[in-house]
């Protein structure tokens, strides 16, 4: 089935470590997203790329990197920096010059 | 820059009842696009209706439509006929002339009562 995954669903982390969360598609989508969702809010973007091996920041960026080595894969890494990870964060994607973003299950960080 | 406003943060329906959940925006580019999104508990977000700035007819898919009212910037959520399944975070979003990415309102709960 087409799609996009993200894992692991539910991760835990110890305050000042480095984390990766995954996000692939098979939609031979161009364009990826990550956002951010804090608890009754709306989702704020964090990176996004519309092609392979380039990225740009979204409007809370700091704390974060991406990387885009292949057309399917958007891992985001929430780094020590980053002062409140504890978030559930969602992966999307979408053709260029189409409207809808497909959105991934989402992974719930914890920071413990 | 855009802005997307959700003034509910919680509205009720009964069951077979239709509901209408508000969402107004804010942007200066002449192009743009609306959208609304539904968030179950699960957490996924569902893709409900999309309505183009320049599109004549208000949108329209199933049981959700949406109104459109462009000199008041308002893009409405309008589900008909509300089933218990309804029951979900409700999201506006726009996204604003060449921009890819999506700006979100801060969302409505809507539950809906049997």
């Known amino acids: 089935d087409g799609g996009i995954t993200q894992s692991p669903k539910y991760l835990f982390r110890k305050e000042g470590q480095n984390v990766t969360l995954s996000c692939e598609q098979n939609l031979n989508h161009d364009a990826m997203y990550w956002y951010r969702q804090d608890p009754g809010q709306g989702l704020r973007l964090i990176y996004y790329s519309q092609i392979v091996n380039d990225f740009q920041k979204g409007d809370i960026a700091e704390g974060y990197s991406v990387s885009r080595e292949k057309k399917e894969s958007f891992p985001l890494t929430v780094t020590s920096a980053q002062k409140n990870p504890t978030a559930f964060y969602l992966c999307?994607?979408?053709?260029?010059?189409?409207?809808?973003?497909?959105f991934g299950p989402g992974t719930r960080l914890t920071v413990l | 820059a855009q802005k997307i406003t959700q003034t509910q943060p919680g509205m009720f329906v009964q069951e077979k009842e239709a509901v209408t959940l508000d969402c107004t925006y804010d942007?200066?580019?002449?192009?743009?696009?609306l959208f609304w999104y539904k968030q179950p508990s699960s957490g996924e977000m569902i893709f409900l209706i999309y309505?183009?700035?320049?599109?004549?007819q208000n949108a329209t898919e199933g049981r959700y439509s949406l109104n459109f009212q462009k000199a008041r910037k308002s893009a409405n959520l309008v589900i008909s006929a509300s089933q218990l399944g309804d029951s979900a975070m409700y999201f506006c979003a726009m996204r604003g002339g060449s921009a890819r990415q999506l700006t979100f309102g801060s969302g409505t709960q809507l539950t809906v009562l049997p």
């Open positions: 999307a994607s979408s053709i260029i010059g189409y409207n809808e973003q497909f």
């Open positions: 942007t200066s580019d002449p192009s743009y696009g």
């Open positions: 309505q183009g700035s320049y599109d004549q």
